[in-house]
């Protein structure tokens, strides 16, 4: 292994992340929202204003560190660092369930594709397996959440009082779990890179624009997966047995990938960067190492397919819907990335996954030609409003959003929270306009993290794998909400990003302070 070979590739990674996070940046600094269909919300100012917003926030913030209280200069002593840490395990257990209760004011049962899984689990609860063959063929990546959801169904109907309604309240418990988990994770992230004043800043963000989303409310992918990267992460920066730390995140990373395709995307980030951070004796000392991660994740990714047959479920890999298909629709010149019909209409029409994969990508490939390159740019520019430009993670733009709404349980709290949540609601561009400012503050102080000087390989793997987003974005089909897993992840890199203000600031002041000081000698 070349001797500069790590420091290459982590300035590399950096150049590539300042890069794409300065596109970002100035895509939804110059475009308004309301000006592309799957990012019109009521916000209530430009973003320009938001991120102005933000700017003069910190500035308030960190001037609070300037003065005697000495707010982030020193490590605060060990026995308050013990204090934090228990304080916010408690704090996440007593969220649990006071997010639960609050969804339970609000949610709904919603269409697109979960209300296919919800009936799907539904008739098989009453024995008929057949109906959610059909759904599971064409989208397999979809099997794993089917199966949770249907477990869900099945405790729902064996206890019977957890939910009145449709039997989703176990899944929306589920996910209330591993929302508030994920906050403690992002906490346990933040503090591997920076000091715990700085962990709690990266708890309170998180809860203000992860942890309060409506989306823990919807039984799916994005909000089932929101926990991985984090976990993952967590477990690559901690010293467990390395047998144990890589057979779980190889585990970890193939269920991953069987709920979220994005949310596994770290896990070829830390490859990557493991790879060239190491020497090639190493890597050959390691082979068992190696080796149990590699089969981890091997037999994760398969084994729910496995799990089907028991339950008399029989999938027709011919109707399976495969990457080509996502490639075609990435570039749909009606859309510019996200559904559109006439693609899924056209990759139905074919019996074959053979010719339907060489079908669809034929179609990509002219579809790019007839852009052009000029053509192209436009279609990414539209992409990244449509991925970025959205801190409510494109909440109520799937179809039949609202399919059913469930009276309300009491006359305080359930109209007080639909306010925010619903689209008709009073506060809901209140809300609206908070997720964005949050979600512009964390995009603009994450792209400071590239100033931090250690060269740290957990930090490139948190960049590179926000590059590996962007770019996995750009590529396929686009949703803003495909983006939630990674949201903490944001969120790690905007503490960072602020810290590294701060201690760019206070060098600053400090070396003026210097030289009058000289002066006045």
Not at 25 to 51: A, W, Y
Not at 332 to 346: K, L
Not at 474 to 484: D, G, H, K, N, Q
Request: proline share 5%.
């Amino acid at each position: 292994m070349i001797p500069r070979l790590p420091k290459i590739c982590t300035q590399l990674v950096k150049c590539i992340y300042i890069g794409i996070s300065l596109y970002i940046l100035i895509i939804v600094t110059t475009t308004s929202p309301s000006s592309l269909f799957l990012t019109i919300k009521p916000f209530l100012f430009p973003n320009l204003v938001l991120l102005t917003a933000s700017v003069l926030l910190v500035v308030a913030i960190f001037s609070l560190g300037f003065l005697p209280t000495n707010l982030f200069h020193h490590t605060p002593p060990q026995s308050n660092c013990t204090i934090l840490d228990k304080l916010v395990l408690q704090l996440t257990l007593f969220a649990i369930p006071i997010q639960f209760y609050l969804t339970c004011n609000y949610y709904f049962r919603t269409g697109w594709d979960v209300g296919a899984l919800d009936a799907g689990a539904d008739a098989l609860l009453l024995g008929n397996a057949d109906s959610v063959s059909s759904y599971l063929s064409i989208y397999p990546n979809n099997i794993l959440l089917f199966l949770v959801m249907s477990i869900c169904k099945q405790l729902d109907a064996l206890f019977g009082i957890i939910s009145p309604s449709n039997g989703i309240l176990p899944f929306i418990l589920l996910n209330c779990v591993i929302s508030s988990v994920t906050g403690w994770l992002t906490y346990q992230n933040v503090l591997h890179f920076c000091t715990h004043r700085w962990a709690i800043i990266g708890f309170v963000l998180y809860w203000g624009l992860v942890g309060i989303s409506p989306w823990v409310g919807i039984p799916y992918s994005d909000s089932l997966a929101l926990a991985f990267p984090s976990l993952i992460l967590f477990l690559y920066t901690h010293n467990f047995t390395p047998i144990l730390k890589w057979n779980l995140i190889g585990f970890l990373s193939g269920i991953a990938y069987n709920i979220k395709p994005q949310s596994f995307l770290i896990f070829i980030a830390i490859v990557i960067i493991t790879f060239f951070h190491s020497k090639f004796s190493d890597l050959y000392k390691n082979s068992v190492v190696c080796i149990i991660f590699i089969l981890s994740f091997f037999v994760s990714l398969l084994f729910p397919k496995f799990l089907l047959s028991p339950m008399g479920i029989t999938l027709d890999s011919n109707q399976s819907f495969g990457s080509a298909h996502f490639l075609m629709m990435g570039v749909n010149p009606r859309t510019h990335g996200y559904y559109a019909s006439e693609d899924i209409d056209f990759s139905s029409s074919f019996s074959n996954k053979g010719d339907r994969n060489r079908a669809n990508l034929q179609i990509f490939l002219q579809r790019m030609k007839n852009y052009g390159f000029a053509g192209y740019l436009n279609v990414l520019h539209d992409k990244t409003a449509y991925t970025y430009n959205d801190g409510t993670f494109a909440w109520s733009v799937e179809g039949n959003f609202w399919d059913t709404i469930y009276p309300m349980e009491n006359n305080f709290i359930s109209p007080a929270i639909r306010s925010f949540y619903y689209t008709d609601g009073s506060n809901y561009s209140i809300w609206c306009t908070w997720a964005q400012f949050l979600w512009l503050a964390t995009l603009l102080f994450s792209s400071f993290s590239v100033l931090s000087k250690q060269h740290s390989k957990p930090l490139s793997v948190l960049q590179l794998t926000l590059c590996g987003l962007f770019i996995f974005e750009m590529l396929f089909e686009v949703r803003a909400r495909y983006i939630y897993t990674c949201a903490p992840l944001f969120i790690v890199l905007a503490v960072i990003g602020l810290r590294n203000i701060y201690q760019f600031i206070q060098l600053r002041l400090k070396h003026i302070s210097n030289n009058l000081f000289i002066e006045v000698k």
